[in-house]
């Protein structure tokens, strides 16, 4: 005699023959698995997440209710259309096609978790040294990188392409593509090396090999932009800048920077007088920094002049153009007011021997 719990089996068979019953069931369990997941789960989550100090968790379970959503639809789209599907290679290629979209998906959530790990990580620099600010970008290309190299070859494994052929073309590719993008990839290494060891930030001045002098307002893999004093945008390669001298003028414990004029006085000119001169000429002068006094140093004995030199620090190193300005101005104002003399070149030209009157001089 049959059983009750065989007479159920034999009843479920019975149903689950008809695919119209079998969809139904389908979406009904992936409609169940997300109400669970949406009222149950991800409230939990979300509860553990708030009692954290940090809000980066509350961040990370905001993509994620998404992205689970998304790969219980996709799972029950799948299951539905090869339950349809009654031939083995369609089947096959339906796995495939849902296995792409899955993995797609799953990098999507990954690369915005990661975007707001990196954020956060440095953010807090002070705890975790190894990322900061100017080598956040250099943290997220990499990431990416690995990212893409990985979702790639789980693609072409889905779809059973054979990866060793694929291997050895991208490494002959690669030799190609490295020799005509040398410079390129010179750029780009150097650029890894910039962010990492950190010459220099945004908003700073720098000073490439005593040509190129601004503020720096983007730090790129290939190249780094400066902004002159002329309004002009610069944009020069990592690979020049890795291989020049490179002066950081505010990269010092504050944002001032020492501006130095040479000063010639005549021979003969009281030498503290004009030290005073110099001194007096830079009161209450502006752009400069009030606690710091201008130093006046009797440097040399030219040729043709005793040689001061005037210094003084200027409170940003934007203003060092309009502090030479004042500095001159002053100071050759200064001069001309106390009576002492600006020399210039002068030459004693001797003639040995002077034709007489009337007397074309020797022909040579």
Do not use: C
């Not at 553990?48 to 799972?75: G, P, Q």
């Not at 002068?285 to 001061?308: C, H, I, N, W």
């Not at 210039?344 to 007489?356: C, G, K, L, T």
């Amino acid at each position: 005699m049959e059983s009750v719990f065989d007479q159920v089996l034999g009843s479920l068979d019975r149903i689950f023959v008809d695919p119209w019953w079998r969809a139904g069931v389908i979406i009904s369990g992936a409609f169940v698995i997300g109400v669970f997941l949406r009222l149950v789960v991800l409230p939990i989550l979300n509860k553990v997440a708030s009692r954290s100090k940090t809000k980066i968790d509350d961040k990370i379970f905001s993509r994620l209710n998404l992205t689970l959503i998304r790969v219980v639809v996709l799972e029950a789209a799948h299951l539905l259309i090869r339950d349809w599907v009654g031939d083995a290679h369609v089947e096959g290629l339906i796995d495939s096609l849902f296995l792409t979209l899955l993995v797609l998906f799953v990098g999507k959530a990954l690369l915005d978790i990661s975007s707001i790990t990196f954020e956060y990580l440095s953010e807090v620099a002070d705890k975790y040294t190894w990322i900061q600010n100017s080598t956040l970008p250099l943290f997220k290309f990499i990431f990416k990188v690995v990212l893409f190299a990985v979702q790639t070859y789980m693609i072409m494994s889905a779809w059973e392409i054979n990866l060793t052929s694929w291997l050895a073309s991208a490494g002959v590719m690669g030799i190609a593509v490295g020799f005509a993008a040398k410079d390129t990839l010179a750029n780009f290494i150097s650029g890894i090396f910039i962010l990492v060891d950190a010459p220099y930030k945004v908003g700073q001045y720098i000073y490439i090999d005593g040509q190129t002098r601004g503020v720096v307002t983007d730090i790129g893999m290939r190249s780094t932009r400066l902004l002159t004093n002329d309004n002009v945008e610069v944009t020069v390669p990592n690979g020049v800048i890795g291989n020049s001298m490179v002066i950081n003028e505010t990269s010092g414990p504050s944002s001032r920077m020492r501006v130095r004029v040479n000063v010639g006085v005549a021979y003969g000119s009281d030498v503290e007088q004009v030290r005073q001169t110099l001194v007096d000429a830079l009161v209450e002068m502006p752009y400069l920094e009030k606690d710091q006094q201008a130093t006046v140093r009797f440097v040399a004995m030219g040729e043709s002049s005793l040689d001061f030199q005037v210094m003084v620090w200027a409170r940003h190193p934007a203003f060092r153009g309009k502090v030479i300005d004042g500095l001159n101005t002053r100071i050759y104002n200064a001069l001309g007011e106390a009576g002492i003399e600006i020399p210039f070149p002068q030459r004693d030209i001797n003639i040995r021997n002077w034709p007489a009157q009337g007397e074309l001089p020797p022909k040579e």
